[in-house]
């Protein structure tokens, strides 16, 4: 993106990516760009349901909150929960293998975002999009210059 900006000098109006650009970082850099967004994300076709709770309906403690710092220097905040009635739950052998209780770990800023790009992906924009995107070699990447989805 930023060397289709310094080839034109402003961002494209459209982005469309499959799941490996589908991070955190990439949506909120779009976002701040004014770059509208038909990124796939990973687990797109297998969305879990909203709220944290085990696979028994037991709502799970919130235990704390961490700062995570990827490679590229961007910094996460990540929630951690965990089930309060493990050590006897029927469903134990289904949900983890683990010895130790059940934490699970959740970004909530980047549930959020992939929440709005859920609803934009299941578009007829977003449809129209994804069935271009198996057509097109990398756009975001590749040849900007001949690119439909930038004009």
């Known amino acids: 993106m930023d060397d289709f900006h310094s080839l034109y000098g402003r961002y494209p109006d459209v982005s469309v990516c499959d799941a490996g ?3 955190e970082e990439n949506y909120l850099y779009a976002f701040r760009h ?3 967004t038909f990124i796939k994300y990973n687990y797109f076709h297998n969305e879990e349901t909203d709220g944290m709770y085990c696979p028994t309906g037991q709502r799970m403690e919130r235990l704390s909150d961490a700062r995570r710092v990827t490679n590229n220097g961007f910094v996460q905040t990540i929630s951690r929960y965990k089930a309060r009635n493990y050590k006897d739950c029927p469903l134990r052998c289904r949900c ?3 010895r130790s209780e059940r934490i699970v770990q959740v970004n909530h800023r980047l549930r959020k975002i992939k929440e709005r790009e859920r609803e934009k992906l299941l578009s007829d924009e977003g449809l129209k999009y994804r069935s271009q995107r198996p057509q097109d070699v990398e756009a975001v990447f590749g040849n900007l ?3 439909k989805h930038f004009k």
């Open 34 to 36: 004014g770059i509208e």
């Open 96 to 98: 983890y293998r683990s």
């Open 21 to 23: 650009y589908g991070s």
């Open 145 to 147: 210059k001949n690119n």
